[in-house]
């Protein structure tokens, strides 16, 4: 009885692979057909077609899933490419709409670049530049000079140089100045970020060797001294990025360890992680040390990315005294890691905003949203829930909440920024469900579940993303319930 019902079985999933059509079959109803355009590349419309059939004769073979022989239409499998080809002509990097409230979202690409900043990196890749060219003598020139005046002037610092990333700056200023010798960091500055950047991992590979001083919680001045010894190269202090160590706890300020780096003639660095120029305490942040302050205690190097609190590209800035910068730029290393001509001309752009306090507040998105207030953030909210009520309340519960926003980016991780997000409930699909759907749209929505509603934090979704976000959930909305 068991082999006759295996036999069947058999029958059957042979008789449905036979019923599969060819490539060509398909390949001549999606040519000749009205919804499949001529510009389309032939070898796009034979991988749909191959993908669709190679993973229906997969679900056969492994049990048939409830497939009929009527789904193996010619016709059936052709509207399945179709939905394919669009799929593939979908471009894989594409813009989405964050509604997490996570301003700097290192997974949704950081900081957003200004508007007017934008202009000049369509002028860079549209039309020749002057990246390696020096207009006022003629002759070939250094791209580094194209923002290291800038820097000085908003910084204070002597010298600076922008490689690609503050990764590849601490590598870079380690591997320079420490090579073959020791580094002196505080245990518990041992950070670990995003992408299992580890200190040590990066010390490592400059070819520094690491030696921790202090305890985990408290750390010393005497703790950096007794640590010195002829092998020592610098004194370094790692920002603690994204995670705080609070009670019992001790760390040596930079004014202190510049002290005793010049007492040792030891250069002091120190890896900010993600600078800033703006004290954002301003917003009712914790009070975090600018790069004009870090400077100007005198600390010898500070490295700090770009595309964070700065709001600028991905870039990691090195600044300092002008000897120690200028024996980094002669490093070999200084070749793989230099920025292009888009970093550039989008860096200088961004910078030239902080001329004026107020006017970069104003016009770089990081801060403007860090600067929103609550009450602009629910008007915002109320627009879009005002939108959404009046199509679908009758297929879902839609609400205003109180919510906190997060400045992200490894920045302040403990502080909220109170904040108003449009929580959607779904009657007719679950709130997975539904995510899954906003995440699988031409402009992709990104939001977060609490409590079986989908929130959407309109501190980082921009004013002309409200009417967006409420047709595209109109539409999947009515199409689940229907």
Request: proline share 3%; glycine share 8%; charged share 25%.
């Amino acid at each position: 009885m068991v082999s006759s019902t295996n036999d069947n079985e058999t029958a059957a999933r042979q008789a449905l692979l036979r019923s599969i059509p060819k490539v060509d079959e398909c390949l001549d109803l999606l040519t000749d057909d009205d919804h499949s355009s001529s510009t389309i590349p032939r070898s796009l419309i034979l991988q749909a077609i191959r993908e669709v059939l190679d993973e229906t004769r997969k679900k056969i073979l492994t049990g048939g899933h409830g497939i009929q022989s009527g789904d193996l239409a010619p016709d059936t499998l052709v509207r399945t490419m179709r939905q394919r080809i669009a799929t593939l002509q979908r471009p894989q990097f594409r813009r989405v709409i964050n509604g997490t409230g996570v301003i700097i979202h290192t997974n949704l690409g950081r900081s957003l670049l200004p508007e007017q900043t934008m202009q000049t990196l369509i002028d860079a890749g549209c039309r020749y530049s002057n990246l390696e060219y020096n207009l006022q003598t003629g002759t070939r020139g250094s791209r580094y000079s194209l923002v290291e005046k800038l820097l000085c002037r908003l910084t204070g610092a002597e010298a600076a140089l922008v490689v690609n990333n503050n990764a590849a700056a601490v590598l870079i200023v380690l591997e320079t100045l420490a090579k073959g010798r020791e580094v002196i960091v505080s245990r518990g500055q041992l950070v670990e970020i995003g992408g299992s950047f580890r200190i040590p991992d990066v010390m490592e590979r400059s070819g520094a060797r690491l030696r921790e001083v202090g305890a985990t919680n408290r750390t010393h001045l005497h703790d950096y001294e007794d640590g010195i010894n002829e092998e020592t190269a610098l004194l370094m202090k790692v920002h603690n990025s994204n995670y705080r160590i609070i009670g019992f706890t001790k760390e040596v300020s930079m004014e202190e360890l510049v002290s005793l780096g010049h007492r040792y003639g030891l250069p002091v660095v120190e890896d900010l992680g993600s600078g800033c120029f703006v004290d954002l305490s301003r917003f009712g942040l914790m009070k975090e040390p600018t790069v004009q302050e870090v400077v100007k205690a005198g600390v010898d190097v500070v490295t700090f990315s770009g595309d964070k609190l700065l709001g600028g590209p991905q870039a990691g800035i090195i600044l300092g005294r002008r000897e120690i910068v200028e024996q980094i730029k002669k490093n070999p290393l200084n070749r793989a890691l230099r920025i292009d001509k888009f970093t550039l001309s989008g860096l200088e752009s961004v910078l030239r905003f902080y001329q004026d306090e107020e006017e970069a507040v104003r016009t770089i998105p990081t801060l403007a949203m860090i600067a929103l207030t609550p009450e602009r953030i629910h008007s915002k909210a109320q627009s879009l829930a005002r939108q959404l009520r009046k199509d679908l309340s009758d297929i879902c519960r839609i609400r205003v909440e109180k919510t906190v926003s997060r400045v992200g980016g490894g920045a302040m991780p403990e502080q909220n920024l109170p904040s108003h997000a449009v929580g959607v409930k779904p009657y007719g699909c679950t709130v997975n469900q539904l995510e899954r759907k906003l995440r699988d749209l031409d402009t992709p929505i990104i939001g977060r579940i609490e409590d079986e509603s989908l929130l959407l934090d309109m501190r980082t979704v921009s004013e002309d993303e409200i009417t967006l976000i409420a047709d595209s959930l109109a539409r999947i909305l009515r199409e689940t319930t229907n």
